[in-house]
């Protein structure tokens, strides 16, 4: 599994945009890049997975050069409710014999301020 | 949608007793549910991989006769915590896979305290 290197904390202020970019040099052919967000006491949600170029849904954007050794969440205008550790991901979500596992690194903690 | 609820949220239990945890996929079959460990400022730390209908699969320095696993059926995995000790405090969170997707779902976590 890829190893992943993200900042540990960032912070911002209410209706800017988050950018947080995730490292991982080591990334296989098929392996996909996926995002979570977890709050204080709950667990991790989904918030995005790509592959190459550029990914949208209605929640973040996931930006991934031709290289693909990194990747950037992109949060638009974010609020205070936007707080929350963020985690980057890399596997192959095909390898059914490995079980999908997931191997979380540290995570980003961002704290968006009023 | 693709909802994971766990049970309890939060659990107290003596020293040398043991826990029960249910992990369900509410809306979706899921043959594999994954058992993960978190402390407080830390990552996920992966459990164990549990499979319908067969042995769940422990990482490496878990014990597995302390943690037991059940995946009875498509929407049930139970983790037991045998014998709990103050050290097996933590937010146990399972997730589950839905199938045709392979995205992982998450529960909302249990939170564990062995006094």
């Known amino acids: 599994l890829a190893k992943t290197t993200q900042p540990i904390s960032m912070d911002s202020y209410e209706g800017q945009e988050v950018n947080i970019t995730c490292s991982h040099n080591?990334?296989?052919?098929?392996?996909?890049i996926t995002w979570y967000q977890q709050f204080p006491s709950q667990g991790p949600r989904f918030i995005i997975q790509g592959y190459k170029t550029k990914v949208t849904n209605e929640v973040a954007s996931l930006f991934i050069p031709a290289d693909r050794k990194s990747s950037t969440l992109s949060l638009p205008r974010v609020s205070l409710s936007d707080t929350a550790v963020y985690y980057c991901?890399?596997?192959?979500?095909?390898?059914?014999?490995?079980?999908?596992?997931?191997?979380f690194g540290g995570g980003t903690r961002v704290l968006v301020k009023p | 949608g693709a909802v994971v609820s766990q049970h309890p949220s939060w659990v107290i239990c003596k020293s040398g007793t043991s826990v029960k945890i249910e992990c369900r996929s509410l809306d979706f079959q899921a043959t594999t549910m994954f058992w993960y460990r978190q402390f407080p400022k830390q990552s996920l730390m992966l459990m164990a991989t549990?499979?319908?209908?067969?042995?769940?699969?422990?990482e490496q320095g878990v014990e597995k006769d302390k943690f037991l696993i059940n995946h009875a059926s498509l929407t049930l995995s139970t983790l037991t915590v045998t014998s709990a000790h103050p050290e097996d405090s933590s937010f146990y969170i399972c997730?589950?896979?839905?199938?045709?997707?392979?995205?992982?779902?998450f529960g909302p976590g249990t939170r564990l305290t062995v006094l």
């Open positions: 549990s499979n319908e209908g067969s042995k769940a699969t422990y």
């Open positions: 991901l890399v596997g192959d979500p095909l390898i059914k014999a490995a079980g999908n596992k997931l191997t």
């Open positions: 997730s589950a896979i839905k199938s045709f997707t392979d995205t992982q779902y």
């Open positions: 080591n990334i296989a052919t098929n392996d996909y």
